[in-house]
């Protein structure tokens, strides 16, 4: 499985990075060799804009990743830029684990926090949550010629696997003895585990597979989303402090007006491509972007 670390190097790094010169500094403090940062964004926003901490795991594509020279890139990177500049505020980006982002939000550390977070009924009660900017379906992922599952109930006997902390994690619970639950702290290890036959069914939110599956066509695989577009728990939403009823207004309204611009769907066309069928076989060539 050596050839799975080279293509997401981003999977298994670690630390915490920030814009600007932080890279640059923190390679400079450890001696080593700094190379040309490649962040080639570039803020419209005056010197004097205040400038956000904001959360995010770095290791979950589309949503949030470094690239080879620590940059954040991905769908939520793009996205919280976008709202900043309609807004008036930068961005600061630090990388932290899945259960840290939102402890970090809570205590005031960091503004917000945004990388693939959906909706959950018991995230509103403790967190200032923005309204939907982002259509993240919770999916199954199978091997080909395994199975023939059509949704939640074909699952019910076999071994499934999802990330900790998930949405996904808490429908397979609430399945109980039906299925047995396999959760890692990453979404790509749980991947592994179905490709190397670990368990029987991948449970995720499906641009997250989307984009796994076109760095590795060599494993076909078929994805079943199963919930509807309308359904809560399949927005994506950015997590703020509960009180911070100021910045919670500000995020919404940036919101509101880039999707009558059309940016959120350009952003994911960028990171995804064109829509393609999920309930069909799903192999392709195109490697991840």
């Known amino acids: 499985m050596k050839q799975l670390y080279r293509a997401l190097p981003f999977v298994l790094s670690v630390g915490l990075f920030g814009c600007g010169n932080s890279t640059q500094d923190n390679a400079n403090a450890a001696g080593a060799t700094v190379t040309e940062n490649k962040d080639n964004f570039v803020s419209k926003l005056p010197d004097t804009a205040p400038t956000l901490k904001v959360a995010m795991t770095g290791d ?3 949503f949030s990743f470094q690239d080879d020279y620590g940059n954040m890139q991905g769908t939520d990177v793009d996205s919280i830029r976008a709202i900043g500049e309609e807004q008036g505020f930068k961005v600061e980006f630090y990388k932290e684990s899945w259960q840290d982002m939102f402890d970090s939000v809570e205590s005031g550390k960091r503004d917000l926090a945004i990388s693939g977070i959906s909706y959950k009924d018991d995230r509103a009660v403790r967190y200032g949550l923005s309204t939907p900017y982002f259509f993240n379906p919770a999916t199954i992922m199978y091997l080909e010629g395994k199975f023939d599952i059509k949704g939640l109930n074909d699952i019910k006997g076999l071994k499934a696997g999802t990330l900790e902390g998930s949405k996904e994690e808490d429908t397979l619970k ?99 491509g064109a829509a393609e069928p999920v309930n069909k076989t799903t192999s392709t060539n195109q490697q991840a972007s």
Request: charged content about 25%; proline content about 7%; aromatic content about 8%.
């Open 60 to 62: 979950l594509p589309p």
């Open 174 to 272: 609430e399945m109980g003895s039906s299925v047995e639950l396999v959760s890692r702290p990453t979404a790509f290890l749980a991947y592994q585990d179905l490709v190397q036959g670990n368990t029987d069914v991948f449970l995720y939110d499906m641009p997250v597979l989307q984009y796994i599956i076109k760095g590795y066509p060599e494993h076909k695989v078929k994805i079943v989303p199963y919930e509807a577009a309308d359904a809560p728990s399949a927005q994506q939403v950015v997590l703020m402090a509960k009180e911070n009823t100021k910045l919670i207004k500000s995020v919404n309204e940036g919101i509101t007006k880039l999707k009558a611009k059309g940016t959120f769907k350009k952003i994911e066309e960028k990171w995804l």
